[in-house]
């Protein structure tokens, strides 16, 4: 069984930083990619940003400047630094992992998982 485990949501001010972490546990053989998303209340959840086994990063167009995201290969963890947050941030951020683990059956398979969500509430 694969799990997805975050920290770091918080209340912060307009301006502030916060730092999401996510460690991902279990019979995991490989990561594709590690990503974060985000969800406001009636909204969508969105990408956020992504990182992909090779290194390679993609951002949402609102976060690019202000966000990074970084990887740990060696403790299977995904970071996201969030610089000069706007009350706009605010939401409900879930990390993302497709992978390959080992199933029920003993035999590997590629999905998506998700963690349980962080809440990042920004202040004006």
């Known amino acids: 069984q694969v799990q997805l485990v975050e920290s770091g949501g918080g209340l912060v001010q307009a301006g502030g930083s916060l730092r999401l972490s996510c460690a991902a546990s279990?019979?995991?053989?490989?990561?594709?990619?590690m990503g974060w998303y985000r969800q406001a209340p009636g909204q969508q959840r969105d990408l956020v940003a992504v990182v992909t086994n090779g290194g390679s990063t993609n951002y949402a167009d609102s976060v690019k400047g202000r966000f990074t995201i970084s990887r740990d290969k060696s403790k299977n963890t995904v970071y996201l630094q969030m610089n000069s947050l706007k009350p706009e941030d605010s939401a409900v951020y879930y990390c993302?992992?497709?992978?390959?683990?080992?199933?029920?059956?003993?035999?590997?398979?590629?999905?998506?998982?998700w963690g349980q969500g962080t809440q990042v509430t920004v202040s004006s």
């Open positions: 279990g019979s995991i053989l490989s990561i594709n990619a």
């Open positions: 993302n992992a497709n992978l390959v683990a080992r199933g029920s059956s003993g035999r590997y398979y590629r999905d998506d998982y």
